[in-house]
């Protein structure tokens, strides 16, 4: 089974320019999920997705973040313009819920790794 | 205080000891959790579900004490393979999901 895609693995801008970043989840996961993990810290999460609808947003830095799920498949976050502190690695992860119990299980991409100069 | 707390670490013990590590967490509401492993520069992976019960796979064992509001994972026989950051995640809510990390704790395993 393929598993949540990223791209690109890497990238280094400058102060006040803007990136996006890209994320395929899982086939068939109904929730995806944008993280920003910060050096030395755990995940910390930007935005959630049930479908193409958001669900949670509330620690999303809206006066320069933007993500989107137009299809309920994959999104793209986007960064504009960036800050020195925006450097982080950006994870996507989606989700199901497990039949028997309902719990749900997240499954991560590689992430981006976002270096602002 | 922060939602879910972890000592950072790092815990450095020689192979094949026991190591044991605490996560607390401040919503009594809190419905599932997990442990989760990340290698250095790789993206987390679920290690463990966490049952009221408690549960084991292999050589770790993880607890949860819903009165104290902790959790706990213990690994036996420590093996250079487990050095890793352990992260500990809480699920918020009962329907639906809103996970929480923790901030990880280092563990190195020393030969």
């Known amino acids: 089974e393929a598993g949540v895609a990223q791209s690109p693995r890497y990238k280094i801008i400058e102060k006040r320019q803007s990136v996006a970043f890209w994320c395929n989840p899982i086939?068939?996961?109904?929730?995806l999920y944008w993280y920003q993990q910060i050096l030395g810290q755990g995940p910390k999460l930007l935005i959630q997705f049930q479908n193409n609808g958001v669900v949670d947003d509330s620690q999303l830095p809206k006066d320069r973040f933007s993500a989107e799920r137009l299809k309920g498949v994959d999104s793209t976050l986007k960064i504009q313009p960036a800050k020195l502190e925006d450097s982080a690695v950006y994870l996507c992860?989606?989700?199901?819920?497990?039949?028997?119990?309902?719990?749900?299980?997240?499954?991560f991409g590689a992430g981006t790794r976002l270096s602002v100069l | 205080r922060k939602e879910v707390e972890q000592d950072p670490g790092p815990f450095n013990v020689p192979e094949g000891a026991t190591v044991a590590f605490n996560c607390t967490y401040s919503?009594?509401?809190?419905?599932?959790f997990f442990w989760y492993r990340q290698d250095c520069r790789k993206e987390p992976k679920l290690l463990m579900s966490?049952?009221?019960s408690g549960n084991e796979d292999g050589r770790f064992t993880a607890q949860l004490n819903r009165a104290s509001q902790y959790i706990s994972l213990l690994i036996r026989d420590s093996k250079l393979s487990d050095s890793a950051t352990y992260l500990c995640?809480?699920?918020?809510?009962?329907?639906?999901?809103?996970?929480?990390f923790g901030p990880g704790t280092r563990l190195s395993v020393l030969p």
């Open positions: 919503n009594s509401a809190s419905q599932s």
């Open positions: 995640v809480v699920n918020k809510k009962l329907y639906g999901q809103n996970f929480v």
């Open positions: 992860a989606s989700s199901f819920s497990l039949p028997t119990s309902g719990k749900n299980i997240q499954y």
């Open positions: 086939s068939g996961h109904a929730t």
């Open positions: 966490v049952y009221s």
